[in-house]
């Protein structure tokens, strides 16, 4: 009942679900999408990834999530440079038991930290800002990162990083594709964003009246 509050239909798009069905009062989540727009791999500053994935959120109206707790979010890349790995830069280490990570359509690709760094996600990643999976049938992602959310081989920034793709979501993981050929990074490819923690609000004395 309160996820249907909270879907927005955007014009020649998919419904944008910004809180999942099936959660309760006091419920935890995060959401996560493939960009739209393409970058190259070049940089070997994390905050450049962080900073188009959040700017595109901002657009898309999503640094908003309206009915949560927290009211608002900043984004990040799911993406690892020499110095920072996918994990600490998501914050998605340690505790984060029952926190599921969901596409915009309201489908969850895990249910934990745990459950997303394990290799496989539940759920192929392909649905943008916008809500729309249409054009992301077959699309490499930038990544840098192992399929533990560690740095890879080859991090973003290096001649040719690791990259996921959006029809995968194991045995050549999701966000590193185990074989294959490489791509030099000033080829443009899309980024996976996370949003952070968002809440379930309790209901107020109001609503319950």
């Excluded at 999942?20 to 006091?26: D, H, I, M, T, V």
């Excluded at 994390?46 to 595109?56: G, M, R, S």
């Excluded at 930290?113 to 943008?128: E, H, K, R």
């Excluded at 992301?136 to 992602?141: E, G, I, R, T």
């Amino acid at each position: 009942l309160i996820s249907g509050v909270f879907a927005t239909t955007m014009a020649s798009q998919g419904a944008v679900f910004t809180m999942p069905s099936g959660l309760s009062a006091g419920d935890q989540y995060r959401l996560v999408f493939v960009t739209s727009t393409t970058t190259t791999a070049t940089s070997t500053d994390i905050n450049t990834y962080n900073t188009l994935v959040n700017n595109l959120a901002i657009t898309a109206g999503l640094d908003t999530i309206a009915g949560t707790v927290e009211g608002s979010t900043t984004w990040t890349a799911i993406g690892s440079t020499s110095s920072v790995n996918a994990r600490d830069n998501t914050s998605t280490t340690g505790a984060g038991t029952g926190i599921g990570i969901y596409l915009l359509n309201d489908t969850a690709i895990a249910t934990s930290y745990t459950d997303l760094w394990d290799g496989t996600i539940a759920n192929l990643f392909n649905v943008d800002e916008q809500g729309d999976s249409g054009p992301y049938a077959n699309s490499q992602v930038w990544t840098g990162t192992n399929g533990d959310g560690s740095t890879g081989n080859d991090p973003l920034g290096t001649a040719t990083p690791e990259f996921g793709k959006t029809n995968l979501t194991g045995v050549n993981t999701w966000i590193n594709r185990l074989s294959g050929p490489t791509w030099p990074n000033t080829d443009t490819y899309h980024l996976f964003a996370m949003s952070g923690i968002l809440t379930v609000p309790e209901p107020s004395s109001t609503a319950l009246l």
